[in-house]
């Protein structure tokens, strides 16, 4: 599985952004694809998943009402949309793949992972 984030960059507080991870061939049928991030000094804490089966999606409450995750299986990628974007968004985002569902993502414990995208948000 080979992942591949991209759309970062330094955006105003209040603006939004729009991160793609590439997967490749066939992962989005097989794998759930999370989103993860890691500021400076922090923990990494699970942004957002969508599972491969039945596309059930997973936010974190950090997050919940201002990202949107999206798959598109024709592309093989999977959209994180990130509106009202805080400072305290700021951090390394990575996506990661694990079979079938979320429980690892949930579990902060994902298995294949991209090199991740600098987010910035700041005035």
């Known amino acids: 599985v080979q992942l591949e984030e991209s759309g970062g960059g330094l955006v105003q507080p209040g603006g939004s952004l729009r991160l793609s991870c590439l997967t490749s061939g066939s992962t989005l049928d097989y794998y759930a694809i999370g989103w993860f991030r890691q500021a400076p000094g922090k923990e990494r804490e699970g942004v957002s998943c969508i599972a491969s089966v039945d596309g059930s999606i997973s936010y974190a409450d950090s997050v919940r009402g201002r990202f949107i995750i999206s798959?598109?299986?024709?592309?093989?990628?999977?959209n994180l949309q990130m509106d009202s974007l805080k400072p305290e968004d700021t951090a390394v985002y990575y996506c990661a793949a694990d079979p079938l569902d979320c429980s690892a993502w949930k579990e902060n414990r994902s298995i294949f992972w991209g090199r991740g995208t600098q987010v910035t948000v700041s005035s």
């Not at 798959?71 to 999977?78: E, F, H, L, S």
Request: without cysteine; glycine residues 0%; proline residues 0%.
């Open 71 to 78: 798959r598109d299986n024709a592309k093989n990628t999977v």
